[in-house]
């Protein structure tokens, strides 16, 4: 029999369930670029009310929902603040130039997480010389950062300084769930901080497809013409959506779960000799760095044959996330393996 795969390269290649793809199948649908999917807009509201936000948007990624809303908050030549390993600025494309016209100024953060005087400091001075600084970012939990999550005073106080300052303050969220796992804060507290936030349901949430953009009405008024233009107004979306509010109401407590067995894989790892950090593991992404006796790429292949699955992630540096096709004896196939490792 072929070994089944135990793919840790990322929580974003979970297959549906078969109860989420029993609520696809039932789903009623309309064409949503007329406004008329009832699945959609149930998605929708349902996130708009789980943050106290005014209206969302479903989108097709997480890159689109974080491009949209920089776009909506940015003009051409205006500048965007965030931390140097952002997604919105590492991880698409260069979307910002791209799609916005707007420059960036990054902020070496810890982890991922930036503080309130790391964006004082950022924040250029209104001379004609400088670029507008305009919007900050901040990503929860941060990929880059290893699955790292902020304190919600810090997050609190780089919105009272957006506001004092007339800077938009946005969430990347696609990760927001894990982070509310972890510290149990609720959402509505992340709704009042942020002009928008981008959540997926793609990631540890195990939908198939989607992500979702909420903001004020007048926001996502605009996010929805933003939107049409990148050629992601879908139409009888509501199939997806459907798996969107599965995945809202079966798979945000289970995260628990998933952050549970980074943590116990964290343990094997730190127990292995070529291991030289384990990164601390805050919720589901596990990051860590191999000795020289240990060559990454031979270490991912030797993985790859015994039917696992990493991610290099810089030099001598590992990825693995848990998610919600990760099983117990897949644990404890992988506790084996690391055991039987030796180079
Ligand atoms: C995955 C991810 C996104 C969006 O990714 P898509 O693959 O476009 O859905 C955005 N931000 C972060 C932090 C992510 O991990």
Redesign the pocket.
Known sequence: MKKQVIDLRSD?VTRPSRGMLDAMFAAKVGDDVFGDDPTVIALETKAAVLFGMEAALFCP????T?QIAVKVHTRPGDEVICDAGA?VYTYEGGGIAFNSGASVRVIQGDRGRITMEQVASCVNPTDIHFPLSRLVVA?NTS?RGGGSYYDQQELERISLFCREHSLRFHL?G??FFNAMIATGNDPLQTGKLFDSISI?L??GLGAPVG?VLLGTGEFIHQARRVRKVLGGAMRQAGYLAAAGIFALDHHINRLEEDHDRAKRIGRLLEACPFVTQVVPIETNILVFTLSGMMPDVEFLNYLKEEGILALGFGPQTIRMVTHLDITEPMVGRLAEVLKNCQM
């Open positions: 974003t990624s997480g890159t689109m974080n997604h990503e990929n990347d696609a990760r997926c793609s990631k992500s």
